[in-house]
């Protein structure tokens, strides 16, 4: 497993959970669509690394990254 920090450019993954502290945030991530088992595509990520731009369902997600801090994943 991986974090999402560490994907490249045009790099797919899928979550394989949520593992966040904030339960507020979780649910927040949740209703956006990154549950457990969706896949992604890592369109952007700015030079400092903050924002990460992800493809997410058929929809563009700009996130910090802190934020990502608690997905665990894996590249496909």
Do not use: N
């Amino acid at each position: 497993m991986t974090k999402l920090i560490e994907l490249k450019v045009g790099e797919r993954a899928r979550i394989i959970s949520l593992q966040l502290c904030d339960h507020a945030y979780r649910h927040k991530l949740l209703a956006m669509g990154l549950t457990r088992g969706t896949e992604f595509t890592l369109l952007r990520k700015a030079p400092l690394g903050d924002p990460i731009v992800l493809e997410v369902r058929g929809f563009t997600l700009s996130l910090r990254k802190g934020e990502t801090s608690g997905l665990e994943i894996e590249k496909l």
